[in-house]
């Protein structure tokens, strides 16, 4: 039951949470014929449930909400006092006053697992590491597919060996959070054909490739390593459908930006996003700390949402290929029609 196998076009559309997926984009993938996916992640449980009756309200085909997997870590305080102090210049710049502190926090997960069984999108994907046994059976229980993203072979093992019915195997190129299963973990750094094809070897479960598409020709390639889709999302943030900042928007066009680059300054987990001054200046001082360091930032990134050196730009390898144009002729060209 992974739900990948009947789609009318392969292509998969990647959650991105923190406003980006909205309910029309995840609708006009899924009218398109492929799989949208909604990003829950940063929403309270209320919010999301909200979304997904919109999402349903919007597409008779099915879709997908993705969570993020909370690990609490320990936070050393003089480390994390460090960057606070290191970005206090940049924040009284803005207005903005820095915590002192920051609490950690789940992201409501147990109560956001609730509104997916009672609302029942087609699949729930997780990143960040792997739900448990029991949130599993509650899911499988309510006719709910379960995806774990992962980026290496061992990450697939430890997913298959769980008992998930599918996953997205997310390559080095492709853009925003990286999903390795703890905050600390260094990339693996596999390119997405290479993961793809090693993944469904171990695995034996259908497979999403993720990672450095920008258009036909990368989808074909994932494809042919057995993948059941090639799951985009960088080539959607343009779209008038998508809840892409402005100047994100813009960026994404911009010559001015010309490489991507993974960087734990804005969130404390790697993360790929277009090289810009706040990266430059910072990507070698943030600490491991999540959702902490995310939290940290998030007034300040607030505060320069139209400055696309201060904003985080996630993007992966294939962005200038990102067209405005409606979401629905992106899966369509994508997958040759």
Not at 94 to 99: D, F, H, I, K, T
Request: hydrophobic share 45%; charged share 20%.
């Amino acid at each position: 039951m992974h739900r990948f196998d009947d789609l009318s076009l392969p292509i998969v559309g990647a959650p991105m949470a923190g406003g980006v997926s909205t309910p029309s984009l995840t609708a006009a993938v899924s009218n398109a014929g492929g799989f949208g996916f909604y990003g829950g992640a940063y929403l309270a449980p209320d919010a999301l449930r909200s979304a997904v009756r919109e999402i349903a309200g919007l597409t008779d085909a099915p879709f997908g909400v993705n969570l993020f997997v909370p690990e609490r870590v320990d936070v050393d305080a003089d480390e994390f006092a460090a960057y606070r102090d290191r970005l206090a210049p940049l924040a009284a710049r803005l207005g903005v006053e820095l915590p002192a502190t920051v609490p950690f926090t789940d992201d409501a997960f147990d109560a956001k697992v609730d509104v997916l069984v009672d609302e029942r999108p087609a699949v729930a994907s997780f990143t960040f590491g792997l739900p448990s046994g029991a949130v599993i059976d509650r899911l499988r229980a309510a006719d709910i597919a379960v995806s774990a993203t992962v980026t290496s072979v061992d990450e697939a093992r430890a997913a298959a060996d769980l008992g998930v019915d599918s996953l997205c195997a997310q390559g080095v190129s492709a853009g925003g959070h990286r999903a390795m299963f703890a905050i600390a973990d260094s990339d693996p750094e596999i390119d997405t054909l290479d993961l793809v094809r090693s993944v469904i070897a171990a695995s034996g479960l259908p497979t999403v490739g993720a990672g450095g598409v920008a258009g036909p020709d990368d989808v074909r390639a994932i494809l042919d390593t057995g993948a059941v889709a090639a799951q985009v999302g960088t080539l959607l943030l343009r779209t008038p459908e998508a809840g892409t900042r402005t100047a994100h928007r813009g960026a994404l066009a911009d010559p001015q930006f010309t490489t991507t680059v993974t960087t734990r300054a804005y969130s404390g987990r790697l993360a790929r996003g277009l090289v810009n001054d706040f990266i430059r200046a910072n990507s070698d001082h943030a600490p491991s700390y999540y959702p902490q360091v995310n939290t940290l930032t998030g007034g300040i990134r607030k505060a320069a949402s139209d400055d696309p050196q201060v904003i985080n730009l996630w993007a992966g390898a294939g962005f200038r290929a990102a067209r405005a144009v409606p979401a629905g002729d992106v899966v369509r060209d994508l997958a040759g029609f």
